[in-house]
């Protein structure tokens, strides 16, 4: 009966290791995809104040947006190989009645590499000058089900901020 009990704890034992590892891989695996879901080369720039040391005053105190061309100047640069101006904020998203208010994120044609995903439906912004964007959007599938329900979007139209953009996405 001791032996039998000293097998049985053994392999107890043995279980609970193995069940260990497991749950620390698999919540490494997780924190991996959280950190790298959009890529291991990417940079982030934002804008900042105009100076970074010196007492606080007006100009101190003041930042200077990012621009167009900012994002240009950067294809310039060796070893970039896209750039994505983003611009965010949030309003609210509706169609015949129904609506959200979400945060939006203005891109380019470039994101879904970049931020490595992929549309479920229809198609994702065209290339063009950001200075000209088409009235052009992509929903969400869940800002998409609170506007449209079951219904197709693809077509349809939503108001942003009082303005009308096509749902191709």
Do not use: H
């Not at 310039?76 to 101006?85: F, K, L, S, T």
């Not at 000209?132 to 108001?159: Q, S």
């Amino acid at each position: 009966l001791r032996a039998a009990l000293s097998m049985l704890g053994i392999a107890i034992g043995i279980c609970a290791v193995i069940l260990l590892t497991s749950i620390g891989e698999g919540t490494r695996m997780y924190v991996l995809d959280q950190f790298t879901q959009f890529g291991t080369n990417l940079i982030a720039i934002n804008p900042g104040k105009t100076m970074t040391s010196g007492s606080p005053g007006a100009l101190a105190a003041t930042t200077r947006r990012l621009t167009i061309e900012d994002a240009e100047a950067l294809y310039r640069v060796p070893g970039v190989e896209e750039v994505v101006p983003v611009a965010m904020g949030m309003a609210r998203v509706e169609s015949r009645g129904r609506g959200r208010s979400v945060v939006i994120y203005g891109v380019n044609s470039a994101i879904p590499a970049v931020w490595k995903f992929e549309i479920r439906q229809g198609r994702f912004l065209p290339e063009g000058d950001p200075r000209r964007a088409a009235p052009l959007v992509v929903l969400g599938p869940k800002l998409k089900r609170e506007v449209f329900g079951e219904r197709n979007a693809l077509g349809e139209y939503v108001r942003i901020g009082g303005r009308r953009f096509l749902v191709i996405g």
